[in-house]
């Protein structure tokens, strides 16, 4: 298909700006939580928890405005999609449950029994939340079975296969690296110096499974390399995505951990760029049928609510980042507990 | 149980226990508001105590508001996939609006609310929290918007024909302020605040019976009972003004508030009964004939249009609907004879002297909570059989993909989830009401502190 910078590609990009930012922003605090149980000590515990207390919320609302989006932008994916995975949605959503409980009722009580059970709860709620993104990504690059009605046709588990999975393990990998060099910046003493040797292992992790889940991609998926074989120009990308990832031990080593995350953050953001023009123009791939694919011309709303919503993004989205930025200022530094912590 | 029931049964579930929550946070967020802007304006250091006291209390509401909030979002996709694609062109872009204008505010703003405390200025803090309360009723906006769209579309054309029929959005504005959104949304709006007051003079009256924190709870009283008086005041008016709007977009609802069945006879006004929906007539009621024409059209002889004018396939459910808004209404009437005689007693120097009183205050707060809910309760269950009124069913609107076996399974997680969920809701709620504001000297301290920091940043 013929790119053209239209309102739906805007979208497209627009949507997919969306979830970088969710995936930058929450997939630190769901990394957080994935390596939470590793942390020893209730003190340091806390710690953990309050790192991500003020921001968590915030993060999630990422989630929020581009699930609002895609319905405004593309209601057949998302109507198709959140009916077709009705289990696993159901999951994500218990999940999303537990983990915002859980950090909330934590600190409340004092009892051992009590703060065990909900970090198993907070850690358990956010490995699992990352695991479902991750396969909800693997199964658009493998496709799912789409009738002519654009009505899913397939089964729940059908979604997993051992390529989704790979690529949910992967989600998880590479929360857990951005998740650790984030406590890094938020921790001292002792528990810092824990946390820098988690960092290495975390990055040894993403690698193992990036490099084996990009394998497979290449191997199995060869569809999603279309663009960048008729764009050689696009493998930029997958050398700046190799340039970050191998910057980050670099920093580390020399304890610039903001700059590390800021390359984390760079991984995570090119690797759904990568994603991102792998599926262009589609949305949901149908397989065995790819007629039926949904696009982001047959999934779209009309191009006047296209419209409305840029002129709604354009107006909007300058606030929110400037009160990320400032949120995260006021917050930058050193966890310290107070009277007002989790 | 067939598919539509249960979609029907899990939304209703999960958006009513969504619902305990959200009035409370934009209520008690205005309340905030002006017990902090006390605080800044008087210097008094038992307005900080109760500002931080509160603020306490409304994290942990706001936390549930929002894990149970992703939940609705997310049903729209999963139980009403047919509705999605009928409505997104539409209901999509005030959904987005909200989520780029309203939650980012709010979620944003509250991390200073509750854990900023030391680490911004006194005039910024206040400032969060003015952008929290904001945000929270900017959500409100959207939200009533949408679903007033739902009830009077307006600024739309339908585009496609039988399964693909959708609504497609012509005029925004038109949308934005279709028929009933604005009244609409203040009644939404006053009912919030009147779950915040109560639910505030209820705290407050029960540390002044038990003769704790009694200071700071005469104040907050005070505070709360002036929003009391404001919103069920105005609530009385909101409500007339949406029930003059139905009258006029929506008939078959109001015909089903006063069960009136008869196009060619005047309205009657019950104040109570019950519907007999076979034999069309109310029994065991009180009724005051023609004042329900005379409260719409200012004449006690004008007809109203009955439910004999709607085919059988086009008229809600009538008793349920009958009764929910009569009980709304009486408990609104309720509120304000709260409000004034607070109001009364204030005025004559007494309003801490009766006990009994104070024992009302505090048992008080589920009214505006009920009320909320069985509101909402008729204002739905009025508008079936359509999910978009007049436009597309709600058995036409569900998914196409799920089973009810799916359904059911969902539906027990959430009864399950949301009555722990609920159970220590109570639990937390009460600990931190039992524990109560901090002493002064404490956040005196704290008060030291954060000015330390500022001179050294």
Do not use: C
Not at chain 1, 323 to 328: E, M
């Amino acid at each position: 298909m013929e790119f053209t910078f239209d309102l739906n590609t805007i979208w497209f990009i627009l949507i997919g700006v969306l979830l970088t930012g969710y995936a930058f922003l929450d997939g630190f605090d769901l990394g957080v939580g994935a390596i939470h149980l590793f942390i020893k000590g209730d003190n340091n515990r806390r710690i953990s928890i309050n790192a991500i207390g003020p921001v968590w919320d915030g993060n999630e609302v990422w989630l929020v405005t581009g699930g609002g989006a895609l319905f405004a932008a593309f209601p057949h994916v998302y109507a198709t999609v959140f009916s077709g995975f009705y289990n696993a949605f159901m999951l994500l959503i218990f999940m999303l449950i537990f983990r915002a409980v859980a950090i909330e009722f934590r600190s409340k009580q004092p009892m051992q029994w009590w703060r065990n059970m909900w970090d198993r709860a907070f850690s358990i709620s956010s490995i699992l939340i990352a695991f479902l993104m991750g396969v909800s990504i693997g199964n658009i690059i493998t496709g799912v079975p789409i009738g002519p009605d654009k009505e899913f046709a397939g089964t729940f588990l059908g979604m997993l296969t051992p390529y989704t999975i790979m690529v949910g393990i992967t989600t998880v990998a590479l929360f857990m690296m951005h998740g650790s060099i984030y406590l890094t910046m938020k921790t001292e003493g002792d528990l810092h110096e824990t946390i820098r040797t988690w960092v290495n292992n975390a990055i040894i992790f993403f690698v193992i499974m990036y490099t084996t889940t990009t394998m497979a991609t290449l191997i199995y998926y060869p569809n999603m390399t279309k663009h960048f074989v008729e764009n050689p120009g696009l493998f930029i990308i997958a050398i700046l995505n190799m340039l970050a990832i191998a910057n980050i031990p670099r920093v580390i080593q020399r304890r610039k951990d903001f700059f590390a995350f800021l390359s984390s953050g760079a991984v995570i953001a090119s690797l759904l760029v990568l994603f991102a023009i792998g599926i262009f123009p589609n949305l949901v791939l149908s397989n065995p049928n790819p007629e039926y694919s949904l696009n982001i011309y047959n999934a779209a709303s009309s191009q006047k609510t296209l419209q409305i919503m840029l002129t709604i993004a354009m107006i909007g989205v300058p606030f929110v980042l400037a009160y990320t930025v400032s949120i995260y200022w006021v917050f930058r530094g050193k966890v310290k507990i107070d009277s007002s912590s989790y | 149980m067939d598919v539509e029931i249960l979609a029907r049964l899990q939304f209703a579930f999960t958006i009513a226990f969504h619902y305990i929550y959200p009035p409370l946070s934009i209520g008690l967020g205005v309340l905030l508001v002006i017990m902090e802007g006390m605080y800044l304006k008087t210097g008094n250091k038992e307005y900080e105590r109760m500002t931080k006291f509160w603020v306490k209390v409304f994290a942990l509401i706001f936390a549930i508001g929002v894990a149970t909030g992703i939940v609705m979002e997310f049903e729209f996709g999963t139980n009403w996939a047919t509705y999605s694609r009928y409505v997104g062109d539409i209901f999509g872009s005030a959904l987005a609006a909200e989520g780029i204008f309203a939650f980012f505010l709010e979620s944003g703003f509250l991390a200073i609310l509750v854990f900023g405390w030391n680490k911004v200025s006194p005039k910024i803090h206040f400032l969060s929290t003015i952008m929290v309360s904001f945000g929270s009723m900017l959500s409100a906006v959207w939200i009533v918007v949408a679903n007033s769209w739902q009830q009077t579309p307006a600024g739309y054309h339908i585009v496609g024909e039988g399964l693909n029929a959708r609504a497609e959005i012509t005029d925004f504005w038109q949308m934005v302020f279709n028929p009933s959104s604005m009244e609409r949304l203040s009644h939404v709006l006053s009912g919030a605040w009147l779950a915040g007051a109560f639910f505030v003079l209820s705290v407050s009256a029960y540390y002044i019976i038990k003769n704790r924190h009694v200071e700071i709870s005469k104040k907050a009283v005070k505070i709360a009972l002036s929003l009391a008086i404001f919103a069920s005041l105005f609530q009385l008016f909101t409500g007339h003004k949406s029930a003059v709007g139905i009258s006029e977009n929506q008939p078959a609802k109001l015909a089903a508030f006063e069960a009136h069945y008869d196009s060619s006879a005047p309205g009657t006004l019950y104040l109570f009964g019950w519907v007999n929906e076979d034999k069309q007539e109310v029994n065991f009621g009180i009724g005051l004939p023609g004042f329900l024409s005379y409260l719409i059209y200012g004449d006690f002889n004008t007809p109203v249009k009955g439910l004999n004018s709607f085919p059988e396939d086009e008229r809600p459910p009538v008793n349920i609907v009958f009764q929910t808004y009569h009980m709304m209404v009486a408990i609104g009437m309720g509120l304000i004879g709260i409000s004034l005689f607070g109001a009364f007693l204030w005025w004559r120097g007494k309003l801490f002297d009766y006990k009994w009183y104070l024992y009302i205050l505090m048992f008080s707060v589920l009214l505006p909570q009920i009320a909320n809910q069985i509101g909402w309760v008729s204002a739905e269950v009025g508008r079936q059989p359509w999910i978009v009124y007049g436009l597309l069913r709600t058995s036409d609107a569900l998914s196409k993909t799920v089973d009810a076996n799916q359904i059911l399974f969902s539906l027990i997680l959430f009864i399950i989830i949301y009555l722990l969920l609920f159970v220590l809701f109570i639990f937390l709620l009460n600990e931190k009401i039992k524990h109560g504001p901090d002493d002064s000297d404490d956040t005196s301290s704290e008060y030291a502190h954060s000015k330390q920091l500022f001179s050294t940043n």
